[in-house]
């Protein structure tokens, strides 16, 4: 691990003292609410049911008499219905897979392109980036937010881009040892991939000049970070986002590595409690809520993230004075990342229900192999088609197969069983085994 300078984006705000840094988001929650309320039908309603006018809405202390937003909020309204601005005002859509099969989609205005590349510089600076660097970028491009996100920030902090986007190992390997990367940008699953396979491709570590990486999109642990910082002799750096909010760089790790900086002068952050929506003071563990407080286009008034952490707002040594959030340690829904896809087994189920022959009963389990995560749907057969050709059974494993890759979009392995073969349960059904040990649920 090399020794990391703590550099600094923006020291006026990413250092500002916590009264004056509330001010800030007061006034910019006051502005946000009398923005949606005026503009999106959906929120003014919720806020009218709830009985709240924007003026109840002082500062940020009253945010919690707002109500919450969901995933499925998005989905109702998509793709334009959370829209706070004229379709002509926005310049970019992002997206990433729904419950449906429907991607959820979140439209930026300039601002908000602006905002979430900000705070993407500001995570990239955290991570040692600075002109000088080069910058591979082998998140995907596309809808998906990591390879646009980070790309925009590098870019920002005047580093040359190399814009990889995902896959092809080789390749990718072949252009950070010719052109020198110095910053590397993926899932982490997928940077341990690249360490070990550069190491089978006959490269010698020594002869890479990579410093750092930000890594995220996907839960890791902190065994995973000893073992990048030693395949690749670098600093590994997390990096959390999300679509609904921006992006990649709403949170990120600075030199200390306890915890990422939330960038509360765009996103606020509550922790509530995921049973009854309760707010919880710093240091307690529960489910993630942000509002952003600074986004035109598509504003999200507390949503809900479904991620479980802690936040803490006690010093920290680099100097940020924002809060910082913990690892991921769970989900409060059934939410699996399946090599960066959001993966929902409901999406599976309803893919199963569409196949004739096929049984509703099946079993999600999920494997890292060669730091690849490897997805098994194991799938109940009727008694009708058990006693079926093999031929038959061949074909209808691979309509499940093309099934799921369309429409989940993720490859997994299909694997049929015998009528009755797996376990019912008399409570919540357990459809899923996660080998993977990257959260303590
Ligand atoms: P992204 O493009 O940032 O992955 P998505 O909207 O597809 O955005 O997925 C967001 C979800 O990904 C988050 O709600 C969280 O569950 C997960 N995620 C993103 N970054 C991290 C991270 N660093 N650690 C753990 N989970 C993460
Ligand atoms: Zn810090």
């Not at 910082?229 to 909010?245: M, P, S, V």
């Not at 829904?333 to 099946?362: C, K, T, W």
Request: hydrophobic content about 35%; aromatic content about 6%; overall charge negative.
């Amino acid at each position: 691990m090399k020794i990391s300078e703590n550099k600094i984006y923006d020291p006026a705000i990413e250092c500002m003292d916590r009264e004056s840094l509330r001010a800030l988001q007061s006034e910019r929650l006051r502005a946000t609410v009398a923005h949606v309320y005026a503009n999106v039908p959906v929120y003014r309603q919720r806020m009218d049911e709830a009985g709240v006018k924007p003026e109840d809405i002082r500062g940020i202390e009253d945010i919690s008499k707002l109500p919450f937003t969901n995933k499925t909020d998005l989905r109702d309204q998509f793709p334009f219905g959370l829209l706070a601005v004229p379709q002509s005002e926005i310049v970019r859509i992002q997206g990433s897979s729904g419950t449906t099969g429907k991607p959820i989609v979140s439209g930026y205005t300039e601002n908000d392109v602006e905002v979430w590349t900000e705070m993407v510089a500001r995570s990239l600076t955290s991570a040692g980036a600075g002109k000088e660097d080069i910058i591979q970028v082998t998140y995907g491009y596309g809808l998906f937010t990591g390879g646009l996100g980070a790309h925009q920030g590098a870019s920002r902090v005047g580093a040359m881009v190399i814009p990889m986007s995902s896959g092809n190992t080789q390749r990718q390997l072949m252009m950070m040892h010719d052109l020198g990367s110095t910053m590397l940008c993926c899932t982490p699953s997928y940077a341990i991939f690249l360490g070990e396979s550069l190491r089978e491709m006959g490269y010698d570590p020594k002869e890479f000049r990579l410093k750092s990486g930000c890594f995220g999109a996907e839960p890791w642990t902190e065994e995973m970070r000893e073992k990048l910082e030693e395949l690749f002799d670098i600093n590994a750096y997390n990096i959390y986002g999300l679509t609904e909010i921006a992006g990649p760089g709403v949170a990120f790790e600075c030199p200390a590595k306890n915890g990422m900086h939330i960038n509360e002068d765009h996103v606020y952050a509550e922790i509530v409690d995921p049973a009854t929506g309760e707010p919880l003071p710093y240091g307690e563990s529960g489910e993630l809520v942000l509002t952003t407080i600074s986004k035109t286009g598509m504003p999200m008034l507390r949503y809900r993230t479904h991620d479980i952490c802690v936040l803490d707002e006690t010093p920290c040594s680099c100097g940020r004075t924002h809060v910082r959030m913990s690892r991921i340690t769970g989900r409060t829904d059934d939410m699996l990342i399946i090599r960066g896809v959001n993966v929902f087994p409901s999406q599976i189920e309803s893919v199963l229900l569409q196949i004739p022959g096929v049984a509703p009963h099946y079993m999600l389990v999920v494997d890292r192999i060669n730091s690849t995560d490897r997805l098994e749907v194991q799938v109940e057969l009727t008694d009708e088609m058990f006693s079926d050709t093999v031929a038959d059974i061949q074909k209808i494993k691979n309509r499940i197969t093309e099934q799921i890759k369309s429409v989940v979009g993720v490859a997994a392995i299909v694997k049929l069983v015998p009528p009755k073969s797996i376990p019912r349960s008399e409570g919540k059904s357990k459809r899923i085994i996660d080998n993977r040990g990257l959260t303590s649920k």
